[in-house]
């Protein structure tokens, strides 16, 4: 069989040749492979095919095929790393609001037997904990939050057959004691730069990460994935007020994170994704390196080392007009509800904001935000839009970059949600972010964005792998807190309007502002008061 393909190979290149040589060109027509032509040569072939069960151009059923097949050839080609996973409970991501300090969560399972835990996603900070042996923790019964309709859970190393401590002299181990033994465990403690004294303390363990992998259309293969969780025995500040009560899954591009983690084992790409609709709810997939047709921009070190997801803003503009040098470096942080940005560039961007908006601005001194506004819904036209253009001229576009806190048949109040910040840099939140299919490839160095509604295919009901479409989408609402981590950069999610940034040993100094409790009741003030006015 070897010898007559061989053979044949032969024949068809001195064909090839002589038709060459003669001048003469030579072609094949292609066809597709769900086209009508094609579908008669199956007919002709006897094959049980049919005009009901072939796929309908540009139907559902026909991109499903043909993205099917796509993940298909992708396996073949590229191995075990490409397969995409996601929660044991699947890829949903929730938001509760006020009520859980307007973070996104999403429910994992943890240990031998598993144990599920429902942690604060944050693409800002490393350490993956979670409340274990509590000394101090925050309430963990379902009767203490308003949107939750189960218990939250307490882990225990000891009852997991597949945990173990992580030894003092571990390469992951990064404490400041001295370790004076391998059979000592490695402590950790991340202390929070708020005015609550925020921090999360204990050991870290390594046990088993429930998850799914999707690499086979169709099925689902279970994965356990060894990974190093902090064993959080006390929390304090905003940890014991709503904030992330059952833990925090670290995303960012450390090597103790879970994506690091899971590529470092050959799982998956160094890669993942966050979609985050504007109801709250939306997807996370590790592996996922997004799609061709995804806008990106590569990240930029600081001090030579990539220690958060930092990207470079060449000028920010509002509506047509181009603040000038207003470049500067920006961290895209899942864990911070809204978006800061230096002074320079926040005091151009609302003032040109302010000057092209056609509506009258309200003064609270006592809220978040500085440029509210109350108009008429009879005289009220648009609102300018906002874009941040990136490296390699990528535009990241906001077009709607404001929140609105209440309406009636009269008029309408916004805010528009934007804080300066204390050093030369910005952090991209959760309410720019918001609207996008977000990938955080640290294989390739890049971020890269898609307008997304975050929807399902047949894969699994929690699982988005659906292409981008065209234009963009409004924005949302919530907040952040930052932490540090000893020799690390670390940015952690905190209360709702909180101001806070990372601090690490790279000499990167994260400015701390006023801590309140939440923005929420401030904004039911505004709008009672809208409505006198």
């Not at 204990?202 to 994965?223: A, I, Y």
């Not at 001090?303 to 803003?313: D, I, K, P, T």
């Not at 299919?437 to 399902?456: A, I, P």
């Amino acid at each position: 069989m070897k010898s007559f393909s061989f053979c044949l190979l032969l024949v068809i290149y001195f064909f090839l040749i002589v038709r060459r040589s003669n001048g003469t060109t030579f072609s094949s027509r292609l066809v597709h492979r769900f086209s009508d032509e094609a579908k008669a040569v199956w007919i002709s072939r006897n094959v049980n095919v049919s005009a009901d069960s072939w796929p309908k151009r540009n139907g559902f059923e026909y991109l499903q095929a043909l993205l099917e097949n796509d993940l298909k050839r992708r396996q073949l080609k590229v191995g075990a790393q490409n397969q995409l996973l996601f929660p044991a409970r699947g890829s949903k991501t929730l938001s509760f609001g006020n009520d859980l300090a307007w973070l996104h969560y999403t429910w994992v399972d943890i240990g031998t037997p598993n144990v599920s835990f429902l942690v604060a996603l944050d693409a800002g900070s490393n350490l993956f904990w979670v409340p274990c042996d509590c000394i101090q923790c925050a309430p963990l019964s379902a009767g203490f939050y308003n949107s939750l309709d189960r218990d939250l859970n307490e882990y225990r190393p000891s009852l997991s057959s597949t945990s173990r401590h992580l030894p003092c002299n571990h390469e992951l181990c990064e404490s400041d004691l001295i370790c004076g033994s391998s059979k000592e465990p490695c402590s950790y403690i991340v202390n929070y730069d708020d005015s609550q004294n925020t921090s999360s303390s204990g050991l870290l363990v390594e046990d088993k990460l429930h998850l799914v992998s999707v690499s086979e259309p169709g099925k689902q293969k279970k994965v356990q994935a060894s990974v190093v969780i902090g064993c959080g025995r006390k929390q304090t500040g905003s940890y014991l007020d709503g904030a992330a009560p059952d833990g925090v899954m670290g995303l960012g591009p450390g090597n103790i994170s879970v994506p690091g983690l899971l590529a470092r084992a050959g799982l998956t790409r160094n890669s993942f994704s966050l979609c985050f609709e504007e109801n709250g709810s939306g997807r996370i997939l590790f592996g996922d390196q997004g799609h061709a047709s995804q806008l990106s921009t590569p990240f930029v070190p600081v001090e030579g080392n990539y220690v958060a997801y930092f990207v470079h803003v060449e000028s920010a503009c509002v509506g047509g007009s181009c603040l000038k040098q207003s470049g500067f470096k920006a961290m895209v942080d899942s864990g911070s509800s809204f978006t800061f940005l230096p002074p320079d560039v926040y005091n151009g961007i609302v003032l040109e904001f302010d000057k092209q908006l056609d509506a009258k601005r309200i003064s609270f001194p006592d809220g978040p935000w500085d440029y509210c506004y109350n108009t008429s819904l009879l005289k009220f036209k648009s609102i300018p839009s906002l874009h941040l253009l990136l490296d390699f001229n990528q535009s990241f576009v906001v077009h709607n970059p404001t929140y609105s806190i209440g309406e009636n048949q009269e008029f309408t109040l916004f805010c528009l949600p934007l804080q300066p910040t204390d050093e030369g840099y910005g952090i991209i939140g959760q309410n720019f972010i918001t609207g996008y299919h977000m990938v955080f490839d640290m294989e390739n160095r890049k971020l890269g964005w898609s307008k997304s509604n975050c929807q399902t295919t047949s894969y699994s009901p929690e699982v988005n792998l659906q292409p981008p479409s065209n234009g963009a989408s409004p924005t949302s609402l919530p907040t952040n807190e930052q932490q540090s981590i000893p020799n690390t950069l670390a940015v952690a999610p905190a209360v709702a309007g909180m101001t806070s940034k990372p601090s690490a040993a790279s000499h990167l100094t994260i400015p701390s502002r006023p801590h309140r409790t939440c923005p929420f009741p401030w904004l039911l003030l505004v709008y009672f008061f809208s409505t006198l006015m």
